[in-house]
């Protein structure tokens, strides 16, 4: 069956790095675009990210755009959320998720706090 399994995340100062991992099994992840989500509390969840199959295309919401970066290693079936320059609106629990298929990641609480 289809399972993603996220890693990453914790507890990281203002100006902070952290990174995601997403690690898919049970579907042909190389031909699949991949996306990163974020719901923080009170607020619907968001599209953080997105990136193509081959990885060669991507595109990010505003809010992250220069300090956030997707990106994936088809041969180890996983994506990737690089987040740098934290800021405590980045808050949430974050999600990966293939962006045709209705299967979500565990989700991963990024709190970013001093």
């Known amino acids: 069956q289809v399972q993603l399994v996220q890693s990453g995340g914790g507890l990281v100062q203002p100006g902070g790095s952290l990174r995601l991992s997403c690690a898919a099994s049970?579907?042909?992840?190389?031909?699949?675009?991949m996306r990163w989500y974020r719901q923080a509390p009170g607020k619907e969840r968001e599209l953080v990210a997105h990136?193509?199959?081959?990885?060669?295309?991507?595109s990010y919401a505003d809010s992250v755009k220069g300090r956030f970066t997707i990106s994936r290693d088809n041969a180890k079936n996983t994506v990737y959320l690089q987040m740098n320059s934290l800021e405590p609106e980045d808050t949430a629990v974050y999600y990966c998720?293939?962006?045709?298929?209705?299967?979500w990641g565990q989700g991963t609480q990024v709190t970013v706090s001093s």
């Open positions: 049970g579907f042909a992840f190389r031909n699949y675009a």
């Open positions: 998720k293939p962006q045709i298929l209705v299967y």
């Open positions: 990136i193509s199959s081959g990885g060669g295309s991507t």
